[in-house]
């Protein structure tokens, strides 16, 4: 079937002047320079033309400009239908919406500002067409949001949907911020709250609801702990917060003494997970995709009430780096293998 013929079945999108397919259309019905087609004139019409966008979709590659000055960073996420996420239990537009916030914690974790993206798409034949495109303005949101446009990407056949992205941002030169710089004696602290992506998840897993939740990329925080002194390490919270701490300690035989009573949960977390039979610091202190920033800093650093109000977003202190003790226990939180 031609895209001409597929026009003729779309209806048009109130107001937007997009068209909306039937739910029968699949994606073998749009055919590979089809979706590609769509794909074009959705990022034209969401898309705001960015000055870091040399040249974006339409050539073998897309070019992007940093300003003078400045280091580029890149990052590249996967999610992968079985493994992060389900149909089934999400909505297509928060799956969109995740796959871009995911890539963005990673830009926000080094200090980095958004320049563009790409996309690698993998979808089976079957998949309707009105999912793939819930999805892909889920991602454009986000994208238009935070300034990150789409720029490129690819598109493939696969058993299961995956959206693979890449993404890249620019820091100050020499002022990113890292993994590596925690130090013993160093307070450790996080924004936002934990447990709320996992506590979504479980709710939906028990048929209560879809997976609608998308947490915030913290990328002004981020700029703005990247040109504080006394920053140690930092990490986003992706795998889990135990997980995650791990990551940024352990490398350097250091370790953690935590306070779980002090770690920050979203309003009615507790009560929320006793009525589905769950451990609410098992959820806060295991659970992953909060995209929260977790970082340490010097003992002598700004107090936790300056600290919030300049990096714009509530900020809790939940521990401090220790010396290493030996080797280190299992930690909760998520891993692919």
């Not at 895209?3 to 749009?30: I, T």
């Not at 598109?155 to 693979?164: E, M």
């Amino acid at each position: 079937m031609r895209e001409s013929d597929l026009r003729e079945r779309a209806l048009p999108a109130g107001g937007g002047g997009a068209l909306v397919y039937p739910p029968a259309v699949r994606l073998r019905d749009l055919g590979e320079f089809g979706l590609i087609a769509r794909i074009e004139r959705a990022v034209a019409r969401s898309m705001r033309r960015s000055a870091g966008v040399v040249l974006g979709i339409g050539d073998d590659a897309a070019i992007l400009r940093a300003r003078a000055g400045e280091d580029l960073v890149v990052t590249i996420d996967a999610l992968v239908e079985g493994v992060h996420f389900r149909f089934a239990t999400q909505s297509p537009r928060a799956i969109g919406r995740r796959a871009l916030v995911a890539n963005l914690s990673d830009l926000a974790a080094m200090g980095a500002r958004p320049l563009g993206c790409l996309l690698a798409l993998a979808a089976p034949p079957s998949l309707p067409v009105r999912t793939l495109d819930a999805v892909l303005a889920g991602l454009l949101h986000e994208a238009g949001v935070h300034g990150c446009p789409l720029v490129g990407g690819n598109v493939a056949r696969a058993r299961q949907t995956s959206l693979s992205i890449t993404a890249a941002g620019a820091v100050a030169r020499g002022r990113a911020l890292l993994r590596r710089g925690a130090r013993a004696g160093d307070r450790i602290l996080v924004t936002g709250s934990l447990g709320g992506a996992a506590l979504e998840v479980a709710r939906a897993e028990r048929g209560v609801g879809r997976v609608r939740r998308v947490p915030t990329p913290r990328l002004a925080a981020g700029r703005a702990l990247a040109r504080l002194p006394g920053v140690g390490g930092c990490i986003d919270v992706s795998d889990g917060l135990e997980a995650d701490l791990a990551h940024l300690l352990e490398p350097a035989g250091l370790a953690a003494e935590l306070d779980p009573a002090r770690v920050p949960r979203p309003p009615g977390f507790a009560a929320a997970c006793r009525r589905l039979g769950l451990d609410p610091d098992r959820l806060a202190l295991g659970g992953g995709e909060d995209y929260e920033l977790l970082f340490t800093l010097r003992p002598g650093a700004l107090a936790t009430g300056r600290l919030a109000r300049r990096l714009g977003v509530a900020v809790a202190e939940i521990g401090r780096v220790v010396r290493g003790g030996g080797p280190a226990g299992p930690t909760r939180g998520f891993r692919h293998f």
